[in-house]
C-alpha cells in the first residue's frame, strides 16, 4: 500500500490508561502511530505537509498528508509543494515536523494537544545530537508528555523478526528507506553502531530516476507521470537483475515477455462521416466557380497592364518625335519634364516597355546582348569621367568616377546575368529536346524512369521539410527556456549569427580607404547568403522546383496520375488519428536500471558505496572476534525499498563471491518491510522491562544535552 487515505480521528482515546506509551515510527515516508501492544498502527499517513489557501479568504492552511482532489474545491494547491521536515532521514525542520505531530495527536483523539502518555519514537542510526535534542525539546515544552524513549527503527525490526523465528540473534540488519539505507551489525540482539554505514541511496532517488527515464522517453505524457504514479509503477513493475549486463543484452536481443505496459485514459475519436456525391459534387463546382474567377481576375488584371504599357510607348514615341522636330534647347527642357536626362534613357525606357509589353501579351521575347545594344561610344557618353585619371580630377569629380563605376559594374553585371538566363534557356532547351527524343525512343521505359525520380524527389522533399518543422520546434522550445535567462547572443540560432558575422565583415571592409563593395559580382551574393535562411521557408528551393516539372510532365503523359497522391500520404501520417497506443507506456530495461542503482550508486552520480560494499566496510569495522559471529548469522533485509523481487537473490550472489566456498549464508526479507518496526517498537513499548529506558523531562533538564550524546536504548531482554 502507497499511498493511503485521510485516517479518521480516534475515538478511544480517553479510555487508554495513561501508562500505555504512544508508538511513532516517524519515517522520511511514512509516519505511522499507535497504541503500544497492538499489532498495527491506529495512524498511517504521508509523513509531509501542504500550505494551500483557502480560495474564499486566501489564508494559508496547513493539510499533512496526502494529496486529496476532494480538497482542491476549496484550497488552491497550484502554488504549494510538499514540505517535508527532513534532511534525507534526519529531521530538521521542526516547525513542520510540529505540524505534523499536531496534525497525529489530533487524530489520535488528544485534547488541547496535551499527551498524557509516554512517547516512543524511532529515529536513523546515530542520529545527530542536534536534532534529537531538539525533538525532545519540542516534545516537553509543546506537548506536556511525561516520558520519551528513542529506537533505531531498523534494530526494531530485527528483534520482531527474531520473536517470529526468521532471524537469529547475531547478524545484520540492511534498512533501506526513502532517502538512506544503512548496514547494522548486531550481536545479541543490540547494535554495533560504530560499525555501521550509511548510502544516500533509497526510494527517492530509485523513484526519480524512473521519473526521468521515463519524461526523456515519452515527453508528450509528462502530465501523467505525476510521483505518485510513477511510484506505484516502481514497486509494481520493478525487479532486481541477476546479472546487470547479462539482463541488458536480453533487451537487446529481444524480450518482448519482459516489457510491461501501462495503459493511460483514452477514447477512440468518433468515426469521420464520408461525403455523399452530392456533397463531392457541390464542393468540386465551388472549387471550379472560385478557379473561374481567379482566372478571370488575372485576365483583367492583365489586359489593364498591356493598355497602360501601350500608353506608356506611345507617349515615349512622342516625345522622341518631340525631341526631333525641337531645336537642341528645348530639347533639355523636354527632357526635364519628362523626367529623363538624356535621349538614350528614353530609347532605353522605350525597349524596356516593349520588351514587357510582348511578355504580357505572352509573345516570344528574344534576349540580345547588352554588347549589341550599347556601343563603346555610348559607354563613354554615358561615363565620361572613367577614362580620365583621378590625378586630373576634382573632389566632387572623384566621388562623381566612383557614382559612375558603380553604375557601369552594376549595369555590366545585369547584362552578364541576361546572358546566364539565356544560356541556362538554352540548354534546357536542348536538354528537353534530349528527353523527348528517349521518351520517343521507349515510351514505357521513359514514363517508369520519370515516375522513379518523382517519387524519389518528393520522398527527399518531404524529408527535408519535416526535419525543418521538427527543428523549428525544438528551437522554439529551448529558446522560450533560455529567454528568462540568457542574454541575446545566447538565444540567436545558427543561421541569424552568420548573418550578423557577415554584416560585421562588410562593415569592416567598408572601413577601409577605398569603399569598392559592389565592383564584383561576389560581393553581392553577401545579400543572397544574409536573406537565403529567412526565405527558405517561402521561396521554393532547386528540388521543389526540379518537382513541380516533372509533376507538370507526368500530367502532360499520364492522365491518370494525381501529383497530390504522395502528398495527401504524407499529411496523413503526420494528421493521422491517435490510438490507443499512441497513449502506452512501456517498461523494458527501465524495470531494472531503476533498483540497480542500490549496487550501483554511480549511475546516478553518486560516489558512495552499493549494498554488497556497504556489509564489507560494516564487516571490517567490527571487532575480529564479531566478524565470524555475525557472518553465521542473518542478514535481513528491512525498509519500504527492499521489496523488489530478486534483491535477496542478487545480494546473495553479490555476497557469495567473497565468502569461502562452502559457507552458509542467510539472506532473508522481514515479514512485512513496512511495519515490522512499527511493530517492533510497540512490542518493545509493551514490555514491563521497556519503563527503565525512558526519561523524563526534569531528568533532560538536569542531565542536559549531552546526556543525549550518550543515550542509548538497550533492545535485548524486553
Not at 521538427?470 to 547572443?489: E, P
Request: charged content about 30%.
Amino acid at each position: 500500500m502507497l499511498f493511503t487515505g485521510r485516517p479518521s480521528r480516534q475515538q478511544d482515546y480517553h479510555l487508554i490508561p495513561s501508562s500505555r506509551s504512544i508508538v511513532i515510527d516517524n519515517g522520511a515516508f511514512f509516519c505511522r502511530v499507535g497504541w503500544a501492544g497492538e499489532s498495527s498502527p491506529r495512524l498511517l499517513f504521508r509523513n509531509a505537509l501542504h500550505r494551500p489557501r483557502l480560495k474564499l479568504s486566501g489564508e494559508l492552511v496547513n493539510i499533512v498528508g496526502d494529496y486529496d482532489p476532494a480538497l482542491a474545491k476549496f484550497f488552491d494547491f497550484t502554488r504549494s509543494s510538499y514540505r517535508s521536515a527532513f534532511d534525507g532521514n534526519v529531521v530538521y525542520q521542526f516547525e513542520t515536523m510540529e505540524c505534523i505531530l499536531d496534525y497525529a495527536f489530533d487524530q489520535m483523539g488528544v485534547d488541547n494537544m496535551q499527551v498524557g502518555h509516554p512517547i516512543l519514537l524511532t529515529e536513523c542510526p546515530c542520529n545527530p545530537l542536534y536534532s534529537r535534542s531538539k525533538m525532545a525539546e519540542l516534545l516537553f515544552e509543546t506537548y506536556s508528555i511525561p516520558s520519551i524513549a528513542f529506537g533505531v527503527d531498523g534494530i526494531f525490526s530485527y528483534n520482531y523478526n527474531q520473536r517470529l523465528g526468521i532471524c537469529e540473534a547475531d547478524g545484520l540488519a540492511i534498512c533501506s528507506g526513502y532517502t538512506t539505507t544503512h548496514a547494522i551489525p548486531i550481536i545479541n540482539g543490540e547494535p554495533i553502531l560504530e560499525a555501521c554505514c550509511r548510502t544516500n541511496v533509497g526510494g527517492f532517488q530509485v523513484t526519480d530516476y524512473l521519473k526521468r527515464l521515463l519524461s526523456l522517453q515519452y515527453p508528450h505524457h509528462i502530465g501523467s507521470l505525476s510521483w505518485e504514479k510513477v511510484e506505484e509503477l516502481k514497486v509494481e513493475h520493478s525487479y532486481v537483475a541477476q546479472d546487470f549486463a547479462s539482463e541488458l543484452r536480453s533487451f537487446q536481443e529481444g524480450a518482448a515477455e519482459k516489457i510491461s505496459c501501462w495503459q493511460l485514459p483514452w477514447i477512440p475519436p468518433p468515426p469521420e462521416e464520408q461525403a455523399s456525391e452530392e456533397e463531392l459534387a457541390r464542393k468540386a463546382a465551388i472549387k471550379e466557380k472560385q478557379s473561374q474567377r481567379l482566372r478571370e481576375m488575372a485576365a483583367a488584371k492583365r489586359s489593364f497592364k498591356i493598355a497602360d504599357l501601350e500608353i506608356e510607348i506611345q507617349g515615349l514615341e512622342q516625345l522622341l518625335c518631340g525631341l526631333d522636330n525641337s531645336i537642341n534647347e528645348q530639347n533639355n527642357y523636354l527632357l526635364m519634364e519628362a523626367g529623363y536626362t538624356s535621349r538614350q534613357d528614353v530609347e532605353a525606357a522605350i525597349s524596356k516597355a516593349s520588351l514587357a509589353l510582348r511578355k504580357a501579351k505572352g509573345e516570344p521575347v528574344k534576349i540580345e546582348k547588352e554588347s549589341e545594344k550599347e556601343s563603346e561610344a555610348l559607354i563613354s557618353e554615358k561615363y565620361p569621367l572613367l577614362d580620365i585619371p583621378n590625378e586630373m580630377l576634382t573632389v566632387e569629380q572623384l566621388k562623381e568616377k566612383k557614382k559612375q563605376l558603380f553604375l557601369k559594374s552594376t549595369s555590366e553585371g545585369r547584362a552578364r546575368a541576361k546572358q546566364r538566363r539565356h544560356e541556362e534557356e538554352l540548354q534546357r532547351g536542348r536538354e528537353h529536346q534530349l528527353e523527348e527524343e528517349r521518351r520517343l525512343l521507349n515510351p514505357e521505359q521513359y514514363l517508369q524512369d520519370l515516375r522513379g525520380r518523382q517519387a524519389e524527389l518528393a520522398a527527399k522533399v518531404e524529408q527535408r521539410k519535416k526535419q525543418k518543422r521538427s527543428s523549428a520546434s525544438s528551437f522554439s522550445i529551448v529558446s522560450s527556456l533560455a529567454s528568462t535567462t540568457s542574454g541575446r547572443s545566447e538565444r540567436l540560432n545558427a543561421a541569424q549569427k552568420e548573418r550578423m558575422k557577415l554584416l560585421t565583415t562588410a562593415a569592416f571592409d567598408r572601413g577601409k580607404d577605398e569603399d569598392t563593395f559592389g565592383m564584383r559580382d561576389e560581393d553581392w551574393q553577401l545579400y543572397k547568403r544574409m536573406g537565403k535562411d529567412n526565405d527558405e521557408d517561402s521561396e521554393p528551393d532547386e528540388d521543389e522546383l526540379e518537382l513541380a516539372r516533372l509533376n507538370g510532365r507526368l500530367q502532360e503523359l499520364d492522365p491518370l496520375f494525381n501529383p497530390s497522391v504522395f502528398q495527401q500520404t504524407a499529411d496523413a501520417r503526420q494528421n493521422r488519428s491517435l490510438t490507443a497506443e499512441d497513449f502506452q507506456i512501456l517498461l523494458g530495461t527501465e524495470r531494472f536500471r531503476c533498483p540497480e542503482i542500490l549496487f550501483q550508486p554511480h549511475i546516478i552520480g553518486i560516489d558512495q558505496a552499493g549494498l554488497n560494499e556497504m556489509i564489507g566496510i560494516s564487516m571490517r569495522r567490527l571487532a575480529k572476534g564479531w566478524v565470524e559471529q555475525v557472518a553465521r548469522g542473518t542478514i535481513l533485509l528491512t525498509g519500504g525499498n527492499t521489496l523488489y523481487n530478486g534483491l535477496d537473490a542478487r545480494l546473495h550472489a553479490e555476497l557469495r563471491k567473497n565468502r569461502p566456498e562452502g559457507s552458509d549464508l542467510k539472506i532473508l526479507k522481514a515479514s512485512d518491510p513496512l511495519l515490522d518496526a512499527w511493530r517492533g517498537a510497540s512490542t518493545y513499548a509493551a514490555s514491563p522491562l521497556s519503563g527503565d529506558f525512558f526519561f523524563t523531562k526534569i531528568d533532560y533538564e538536569e542531565r542536559g544535552e549531552d546526556w543525549l550524546r550518550k543515550y542509548t536504548l538497550k533492545y535485548s531482554g524486553c
